[in-house]
């Protein structure tokens, strides 16, 4: 959530930094700030809105701001107060010499906005970030690093702060807390951001800082330090993700491309981690051997889409091995609810950008149980990566849409080839099953390439049923959590009403809202559960709901049963969720353009969710 971008360096600060800020863009947020030193001065502008508009307010700067050395940027998602221009980022203590930015929640900002306005000190805004602004204000004197120090051990709550000191103007100060920021040097230049996307045109070899971190940055290098202040050494950590793969090129939208994208996310995910037909620890599923021979529980843990992804894993190690215990549960409710751990306990945490708060957490209290763990994330270096014991990660590279498509099919290829390898070390994963199964793998990558060439059948199809007042997805086992993110997908971008169910559970009550407005999308794949879930179907038919089945190419008695019927290639049964879901993508998708939704950055929503 926010988007945080600094640079100190050479001319061109305000370019650099608008520019990284319109990388970030994706993260989320309702308005936009700049502050930039030059001469011992700091001049800021502010707005309501995008970084486009902050953008033509920094051109009407006066013209030496261009030559700006230094600045800080930042995208605010609104927490603290309303959206207005005084709330938003950069925000300046009262005597003018500190001025930073701030992603996260300062929970003790009451306590110190109480003290500090009775030690005369007047606040302007209604933000948690000013609390900040103005205690590292009180504690300067003159040194930075003790000042700093302080100011980190006074604080609560979650943050990453970026700081500009007045009488400092060669210097940039960063401390991380909960929220992630990034750090690099190249050129004779420093860079600190909230995503490695907005670093790569300038390197790929970054620092990301850990918890309890600081970071100084100047124009020849940059020094990192622990809380207490004492120096650190830090190793960077090389990002392979090539700059371009954040560009939009020529689609109308990130979310667009990024569907297209999906075939080569498939394709890269089973060749790096199989031989043939079989899984192979030695192509880098390189997790202990005796591990699964000690566990008698599984936990996949996360949240959002990465949550439904971990749904489609838990069915597929339950339709490999009927007898492991394994959960999925939402990362928030893990953390509260008690869970079992220990050494007999496997926990698998999911998190597309490695810095979901909830996730992390949960992480960190299995852990602290002695449970073992593993992570699935999309970013090298990212929190999640450097703090758990065992990291997969996904293929996927840079996501920018803020609704998830390509990561989501990256998690589920590559949760199902590691339940396969744990399966295969527990002794229970049949030579036969594992050879069925990543035979489909294979084939997976085609399949989706034939279901984007329908895309014009699923466009007139969005178009059709644009002006529904809601939609319910329904289906049975595998195609459960298929609803589930088929309905958030349509919530995402389209920001109409959709609810999944397990279709048998229409009866007991989603089945009195139904009527001619309300359209029922239903999954029907040639299974054993077929017939039970057009049972299901015919008693929505009845309440005159209209009907669209996803089905199985062939199944021609389908249309027998629906207004419409969108079919997808057969798969193996626990390989449904994979073709299934670009399908419903394109359908959201369309659904969003026909309403002229704001389908890249959807209101109200951010792309890493970095706080509780």
């Known amino acids: 959530m926010c988007g945080i971008m600094g640079y100190v360096g050479g001319d061109g600060a305000s370019g650099i930094i608008l520019n990284g800020l319109a990388k970030q863009e994706y ?74 930015v701030h992603n996260g929640i300062i929970e003790n900002s009451k306590e110190i906005k109480a003290d500090l306005t009775s030690k005369g000190i007047d606040f302007i805004t209604e933000t948690d970030t000013e609390a900040a602004c103005q205690l590292l204000a009180h504690l300067y004197r003159g040194d930075a690093l003790a000042a700093m120090t302080c100011l980190a051990k006074s604080l609560v709550g979650a943050f990453a702060l970026v700081i500009m000191f007045k009488d400092r103007p060669g210097e940039i100060w960063c401390a991380r807390k909960g929220s992630p920021l990034v750090v690099a040097y190249s050129g004779g230049a420093s860079y600190c951001a909230s995503d490695p996307t907005a670093l790569l045109e300038f390197t790929h070899d970054l620092f990301f800082l850990d918890e309890g971190e600081m970071a100084e940055l100047r124009p020849d290098g940059c020094r990192f330090f622990c809380f207490d202040g004492t120096r650190r050494e830090k190793e960077s950590i090389h990002l392979s993700w090539d700059s371009v793969m954040s560009d939009k090129g020529h689609y109308e939208h990130f979310m667009r491309k990024e569907i297209e994208e999906q075939p080569d996310v498939l ?46 894993a838990r069915n597929i190690m339950e339709s490999l091995d ?4 394994v959960s999925a549960d939402v990362a928030s409710e893990y953390r509260y609810r008690g869970v079992r751990g220990g050494d007999d306990t496997l926990a698998i945490f999911v998190s597309q950008s490695g810095e979901t708060a909830d996730t992390l957490a949960a992480a960190r209290l299995a852990r602290s149980k002695g449970t073992h763990c593993i992570a699935i994330t999309n970013v090298r270096g990212s929190t999640i990566d450097r703090e758990t014991e065992h990291t997969l990660l996904s293929m996927a590279g840079p996501e920018i849409g803020v609704a998830a498509t390509k990561t989501f099919t990256g998690q589920i290829s590559l949760l199902a080839l590691l339940v396969m390898q744990l399966l295969k070390d527990r002794g229970t994963l049949s030579a036969s099953d594992e050879a069925r199964v990543i035979g489909g793998m294979r084939i997976l990558p085609s399949h989706v390439h034939s279901i984007l060439e329908r895309e014009s059948e699923i466009k007139s199809l969005a178009e059709k049923y644009s002006d529904s007042k809601g939609f319910f997805f329904i289906g049975r086992r595998e195609c459960v959590p298929l609803a589930m993110e088929a309905a958030l997908k349509l ?56 009907i669209i089945l996803l089905a199985n190419e062939g199944d021609s008695s389908a249309r027998d049963h629906a207004n419409d019927v969108l079919y997808i290639p057969r798969t193996e049964r626990e390989l449904f969720p994979f073709t299934g879901v670009v399908a419903l993508q394109l359908f959201a998708y369309h659904v969003a353009r026909t309403l002229r939704r704001d389908i890249d950055m959807p209101r109200n929503l951010a792309k890493s969710v970095t706080v509780e």
């Open 27 to 100: 993260r989320g947020y309702d308005s936009a700030g700049i502050a930039l030193c030059l001469n011992g001065e700091i001049k800021s502008a502010k707005v309501v809105g995008r970084v486009s508009a902050l953008a033509r307010l920094v051109d009407d700067m006066p013209p030496e701001c261009m030559e700006a050395r230094s600045g800080i940027g930042h995208t605010r998602w609104a927490t603290h107060g309303g959206v207005t221009v005084t709330n938003a980022h950069p925000h300046e203590s009262a005597d003018k010499m500190v001025t930073l």
């Open 267 to 312: 394709r890269l995910t089973i060749d790096t981690h199989t031989i043939l037909t079989s899984v192979s620890r030695e192509r880098d599923l390189n997790l202990p051997v005796g591990m699964m021979k000690r566990v008698n529980r599984v936990q996949f843990v996360a949240c959002g889409t990465s949550h439904y992804a971990t749904l489609v």
């Open 322 to 325: 009927e007898e492991i215990d």
């Open 491 to 546: 919530k995402e971008i389209a920001y109409l009403p959709s609810e999944a169910y397990a279709a048998g559970e229409m009866k007991h009550g989603p089945i009195a809202m139904l009527d001619e407005h309300l359209t029922v999308f239903a999954f029907v794949p040639d299974n054993d559960l077929r017939e039970k879930t057009l049972s299901n179907v015919e008693e929505c038919r009845a309440r005159s709901a209209p």
